[in-house]
């Protein structure tokens, strides 16, 4: 389970530096993974920096379907969300 949900972290950074460089993804695909991130943070509630920090990057998510954000206002999360999906493989 843990390996599925740092997958999710993992590539809901990767959508955000897609983002950041232009690379355009499926709709689908900037759909569904803050959904899975919204889910993640509701699921385990907002105890947890973790949960906070799956909040945030789902929000720019979004955000990025309306809105162009600056670069480094996406760099920040990515990194963040980027490590704890790392954290949660060297976890097991």
């Given at each position: 389970m843990m390996l599925l949900l740092g997958l999710?972290?993992?590539?809901a950074s990767f959508l955000l530096l897609?983002?950041?460089?232009?690379?355009?993804v499926?709709?689908?695909?900037?759909?569904a993974i803050p959904l899975a991130l919204f889910f993640k943070t509701f699921m385990?509630?907002?105890?947890?920096?973790?949960?906070?920090?799956d909040f945030i990057a789902a929000l720019f998510i979004?955000?990025?379907?309306?809105l162009t954000l600056p670069w480094w206002l996406l760099l920040i999360p990515a990194l963040?969300?980027?490590i704890k999906g790392i954290m949660s493989f060297i976890h097991l």
């Open positions: 999710v972290d993992i590539l897609s983002r950041i460089f232009g690379v355009n499926p709709l689908g695909a900037v759909i385990f509630g907002f105890d947890t920096m973790a949960s906070s920090i979004i955000l990025t379907i309306f963040f969300i980027f």
